[in-house]
């Protein structure tokens, strides 16, 4: 008697856990996608959209006369290169006596400077006299002019800035800065 009861015990637990394994099984199978549901429906591509790039490269300070002004680099630099960002902004970037200077023009009362570091607390001013208007020259360190300055400056409804990220400071900077303004504002007698 009990060969038979361990013969059904053992065929019962044969039987209970082929039913359990069938039962993992098919729910295995139903977790795998079938053919049939991971074919995507055919579909064309999707046409792909170019942000267009906002600085558009040009050929000198001639192709900003559609903006309404002109900025020239300083007469004797190394290289420059000219663009305009976002259809509004001229730039000039040029390099003189082996510094970097960054040199932008808008009509705008926007900051356009592209310059987002902490500058030193009390900046530096100067103001430029010609017949019939006066513009103030602002100029702020950064780290004492470790790290660089920016000079900022407006006439009529265009906003300038001038930046240089290697060390300078203030006679320096508006050493390089002075003879670009005179070429590129209107004086006609010039007193600093």
């Given at each position: 008697m009990k060969k038979i009861v361990s013969i059904v015990i053992a065929l019962v637990l044969i039987f209970v856990f082929?039913?359990?394994?069938?039962?993992?099984?098919?729910?295995?199978q139903s977790a795998i996608p079938t053919e049939s549901a991971t074919i995507a429906p055919e579909s064309t591509p999707e046409p792909q959209v170019q942000i267009p790039n906002p600085i558009v490269e040009v050929e000198d300070s001639t192709d900003f006369s559609d903006l309404g002004f002109i900025i020239t680099p300083h007469q004797q630099a190394d290289s420059a290169s000219y663009s305009i960002i976002g259809g509004k902004v001229a730039q000039i970037i040029f390099t003189l006596d082996g510094k970097a200077f960054t040199y932008r023009g808008a009509v705008t009362t926007e900051d356009i400077s592209g310059v987002y570091e902490s500058f030193d607390p009390l900046p530096?001013?100067?103001d430029l006299e010609g017949p019939g208007f006066k513009v103030t020259l602002v100029v702020k360190t950064i780290d004492g002019g470790e790290k660089g300055a920016l000079a900022e400056w407006g006439y009529d409804d265009v906003r300038y800035t001038f930046y240089t990220p290697d060390k300078t400071n203030f006679d320096d900077l508006t050493d390089v800065l002075l003879p670009i303004i005179y070429n590129d504002l209107p004086f006609a007698v010039c007193c600093g």
């Open positions: 082929a039913s359990c394994k069938k039962a993992a099984d098919e729910q295995a530096q001013s100067l």
